[in-house]
Each structure stands twice: as C-alpha cells, then as structure tokens.
C-alpha cells in the first residue's frame, strides 16, 4: 500500500524520519441480488468488513452498482438480462450481522434452465453413458434405450383402490423395466441388468439381512432394506440399490447421464447436488401440490425438513474480499474481475429445519 497522493513524510530536527500512514484500502463489499420474476422485485444486499467504521457512498444504476469510499471506487456490472429502476430504491436499512438492505424494482428477462433434469435430457434410441458423478468413473456405459417412461406416484398401488370396483388387479406386482427400459421415479431410475450388467463398473455390496424372497414382487420391495446396495468401485460412493428382481435401482443425486459421444462434465458436487434437489422438489410439488418435505437416507433417518417457498427467484451475487464471504457466499463458481458482468442464476427459496441429533422431532411428519 502507498501513500496517498500529495501526502509526505514530517521531519524534526535530530529525529528520525517516519513514513505517513497509509491510507486504509477499502475491502470490496459482497453484493447479493434476490430477484422475483413474477413480481419484478428485489432485494439487494451490500455487506463488507466493518461497515460501521466507514462511510460509504452507494449509487445504483440500471445496469450496475457503484460503491464509494473516498477516492476507492468499485463498480459491480449487472448481467445483461437485468436492469434496476433506480427510481423505486426505498426501504433503505443495516440489518447488523447482515449487511445494508434495499428494496427495488428489477426486470430480470432469463429464462435459462439450470442442469437440465434426466427424464428430460433422457431420450429414446440413443447411446447414453452413467458416471459417478463423484468421481467420474463410469458406471453404465453406451446403454442404448427403447422405452424410458416416467413411473407412477411412489403410492399408486394404494390408489387402485379407489378408482376400482373390484379387486385391485395390482397388488401383488410392479412395474419392472425389461431389458432396453428406463423406468425413472422421483429421485431414482431403474434399469434391467439383463441384456448389459450395469454392475460391471460398479460393486454390489450385500445389506447384512437375507435377500427378499423372488416371490415378493409388492411395492415393498422397492425401498427394501434386504436390496443388496450398489457402490462406485472407485470411490465407494453409493450409487443404488440391486433388488431381487434382476432390476437395478440407482439414484439421480448420484450419477451423471450424458450422450455416449460427450465426454464427463466436470461439475462441482455442491452445485450438481443443489440442482437435482431444487428440481425434484419443484416438480414434486408442481405434481402433487404440495410444499412439505423431508429429506431421508437410504435407512430412513430424515436429515432435514423443507418447506419450498417459491420458485420464481433469480441470484445475482458478488462474494467481493470481505470477511463475510464464507458465510454469505450461496454458490461455488470462480472468482469474477468487477469490470465483468455478475452471472444470474435460476433458484429456489427454501425454509428448512435441520433434524439431526434429535433436533425438531416433533415437526416430522
């Protein structure tokens, strides 16, 4: 850090000479950008280290956010698809802990989709390629698909019953890809391992209870603690479960799918995880409308509960140099130069509670 220009060093007589103190460099402030299409609202929010022992000087324009302390200035460039009115900036306040609040009006025109969902990037009579998406390694590899239907809700069979006049003819059966089907669920697909093995990249890993019988054909047998389990020969990650039946199950937050002439995408894990989980609970709740979640493991433990508040909000979000990064930052993407324009993301908001230790049980349900 230099000296400030014009500033110089005093000298007395017989002492010695002492270097002025430098100017403070202004920490460049985190910027975040909350944006409801349907509404053409905002929320914009500046933190930075230490706001209250500086002043700082905020201009918003249509298409960027300069940032003033004295002579330091830091110019934030919206993406294309976003313009402020700079006219509708009111409700001005610090929230401590959180940063400088504005509310504003913003036309946001994107209409890009985040990682496209598999029952939509899946298609029939073409090659395909399944890789860990932890590691890599691929898992299935150029399965060719002639029938990739969409499954029934998880408790169809239980619903027979009331469109029926008879029996449910149902009870006792699943619906079981054969050998060039995809059958794709909520969070999981399922493949027939007889014409290909899809376990011959992977490892089955055998539960310590004995295998459902060949006869248990219920419903049941799907979420049956007996399936032997699927893992990454690699990276031991599991990736299924293998059921009695000849039928691997194996779950979309797990693997990657991509035409067999495309390489492995590289994709953070904490990104590709917060997409499928964002889809899954969008169409859940587009079809079943309904907003209440719960996240479970394989064993049944819920993690966590969620409540989808909306799915209309894009992010704009500059993690800056200040000290609240780790805890402001929402996203994984490289470092942006200010002189370029901030990325845009497609988003959901959430309210969630966290259910380990015993913490919120009595909000299960």
């Known amino acids: 850090m230099g000296h400030s220009p014009g500033s110089s060093a005093s000298v007395l007589p017989s002492a010695r000479a002492f270097p002025s103190r430098p100017r403070p460099v202004l920490m460049a402030p985190a910027a975040f950008l909350e944006i409801r299409q349907r509404m053409q609202s905002g929320l914009l929010i500046i933190r930075a280290s230490k706001p209250e022992s500086w002043a700082m000087d905020i201009t918003v324009k249509a298409s960027s956010i300069e940032i003033k302390n004295g002579e330091d200035c ?49 298609k029939s009579q073409k090659s395909y390629t ?59 697909f399922l493949v027939n391992s007889g014409s290909e093995p899809p376990v011959s990249r992977s490892k089955l890993l055998h539960s310590e209870s004995q295998g459902a019988s060949p006869g248990n054909s219920g419903p049941s047998a799907l979420n049956s603690k007996a399936n032997s389990r699927v893992i990454c ?37 904490s990104l590709f995880i917060q997409s499928v989980v964002a889809q899954c609970l969008v169409e859940l709740s587009s079809a079943r409308s309904t907003f209440r979640f719960s996240i479970q493991g394989t064993e049944g433990t819920v993690y966590i509960l969620m409540w989808l508040l909306n799915s209309d909000t894009l992010l704009v979000e ?11 930052t929402l996203f994984e993407h490289n470092v942006v130069s200010n002189s370029k324009p901030l990325d845009i993301r497609n988003t959901i908001k959430v309210l969630y509670h966290p259910c380990l230790k015993s913490r919120n049980k009595e909000l299960h349900f």
Not at 109 to 120: E, F, P, Q, V, W
């Open 233 to 269: 020969k690699r990276c031991k990650t599991l990736l299924g479960e293998a059921l009695s039946t000849g039928v691997i199950k194996y779950y979309f937050s797990e693997l990657l799918v991509q035409p067999s002439e495309e390489s492995f995408g590289t994709i953070t894990r």
């Open 318 to 328: 500059s993690s800056g140099n200040s000290t609240f990064n780790n805890g402001f």
């Open 130 to 188: 399944f890789y860990c998406q932890s590691c890599g390694e691929s898992v299935i590899k150029d399965r060719r698909f002639l029938r990739i239907l969409s499954l029934p809700g998880e408790n169809w069979s239980d619903l027979v019953e009331e469109w029926c006049c008879h029996p449910n003819p149902f009870s006792s059966s699943l619906l079981l890809p054969q050998n060039d089907d995809c059958f794709l669920g909520h969070n999981y």
């Open 74 to 122: 830091q110019m934030l460039n919206l993406p294309p698809e976003v313009r402020i009115v700079p006219s509708s900036c009111r409700g001005l306040q610090y929230v401590p802990g959180d940063g400088l609040h504005v509310r504003l009006l913003v036309q946001a025109g994107l209409h890009t989709k985040s990682i496209s969902a598999l029952k939509d990037s899946l």
